[in-house]
């Protein structure tokens, strides 16, 4: 077994001890267990210290400004590239919903997604392809879910479904048979805006001609012209553990992409 073998095979384990705050909790947890040495009290003022850095919007903005590189999607960019469908990656599920019966039901990222992809549909009149499979044993296919939503909520019927895909890479290989299939050669790829250089990253791979509409930018926080945070920046709250979490999880994404390549 190789490495990237052995990493897909841990890959639920990693994105479970990686999410934050969990990370810096088994760090306090290490400290606590060490206090009287000096490294198991430098543990728990690290962990003290990441977790402050995990939740002011100024981390949250020096870390969307390094991956949110690719700009909103232009009425001039549309008409020059001339897409014929829409690609939609989704970004999750959440199962064992009581409101469901126990069904599955998109999470909160493949809602948004959907959501941006429909108003897109609507702009352009652009058919929508949605793609992702069952990541994690035990879950339903996100582009079924996707597509039922789509279709429950905002009314709208894909024309396609790729259901096989577990990864970014692989949303783009196993669409673009179904691309060809349709007749199409261009299609612009909707995903949030951290994520999107990995998608354009992972479309080129692939060998799919597309472009990028990303929405939900993360570094939007108002800054100065000299570019130093204002003392809003530097104050604590927990729904910015969570943007921390995703920007954090794409970065190891784009890593992950690296060494898959």
């Given at each position: 077994?190789?490495?990237?073998?052995?990493?897909?095979?841990?890959?639920?384990?990693?994105?479970?001890?990686?999410?934050?705050?969990?990370?810096?909790?088994?760090?306090?947890?290490?400290?606590?267990?060490?206090?009287?040495?000096?490294?198991?009290?430098?543990?728990?003022?690290?962990?003290?210290?990441?977790?402050?850095?995990?939740?002011?919007?100024?981390?949250?903005?020096?870390?969307?400004?390094?991956?949110?590189?690719?700009?909103?999607?232009?009425?001039?960019?549309?008409?020059?590239?001339?897409?014929?469908?829409?690609?939609?990656?989704?970004?999750?599920?959440?199962?064992?919903?009581?409101?469901?019966?126990?069904?599955?039901?998109v999470n909160a990222a493949t809602m948004q997604r959907a959501s941006y992809a429909a108003r897109l549909h609507?702009?352009?009149?652009?058919?929508?392809i949605v793609t992702g499979g069952v990541v994690y044993k035990g879950q339903t296919h996100e582009a079924r879910?996707?597509?039922?939503?789509?279709?429950?909520?905002?009314?709208?019927?894909?024309?396609?479904?790729?259901?096989?895909?577990?990864?970014?890479?692989?949303?783009?290989?196993?669409?673009?048979?179904?691309?060809?299939?349709?007749?199409?050669?261009?299609?612009?790829?909707?995903?949030?805006?951290?994520?999107?250089?990995?998608?354009?990253?992972?479309?080129?791979?692939?060998?799919?001609?597309?472009?990028?509409?990303?929405?939900?930018?993360?570094?939007?926080?108002?800054?100065?012209?000299?570019?130093?945070?204002?003392?809003?920046?530097?104050?604590?709250?927990?729904?910015?553990?969570?943007?921390?979490?995703?920007?954090?999880?794409?970065?190891?994404?784009?890593?992950?992409?690296?060494?898959?390549?």
């Open positions: 077994m190789d490495l990237v073998e052995l990493l897909k095979a841990i890959k639920p384990l990693l994105k479970l001890m990686l999410e934050l705050p969990v990370p810096f909790l088994l760090l306090g947890l290490f400290g606590v267990f060490f206090y009287k040495h000096w490294i198991g009290k430098l543990s728990i003022i690290s962990s003290l210290a990441l977790l402050y850095a995990s939740s002011i919007p100024a981390t949250v903005q020096w870390l969307g400004e390094k991956l949110e590189t690719i700009t909103p999607l232009t009425n001039e960019q549309l008409s020059d590239f001339k897409p014929q469908a829409i690609l939609l990656l989704t970004g999750g599920n959440t199962g064992s919903n009581p409101e469901l019966n126990g069904a599955a039901r609507r702009e352009t009149g652009l058919p929508i879910s996707a597509a039922r939503w789509l279709l429950d909520v905002v009314g709208i019927q894909p024309i396609a479904i790729e259901d096989r895909a577990t990864n970014t890479l692989e949303n783009l290989q196993f669409s673009k048979p179904i691309i060809e299939r349709l007749g199409y050669q261009r299609v612009v790829i909707v995903t949030h805006a951290y994520h999107m250089p990995r998608a354009l990253q992972s479309a080129e791979s692939a060998g799919v001609n597309a472009i990028g509409a990303p929405f939900g930018y993360l570094a939007r926080y108002p800054f100065p012209n000299d570019h130093l945070p204002t003392w809003k920046a530097f104050v604590p709250e927990s729904v910015h553990i969570s943007s921390t979490d995703a920007l954090l999880h794409e970065w190891i994404g784009q890593w992950w992409y690296q060494l898959s390549q």
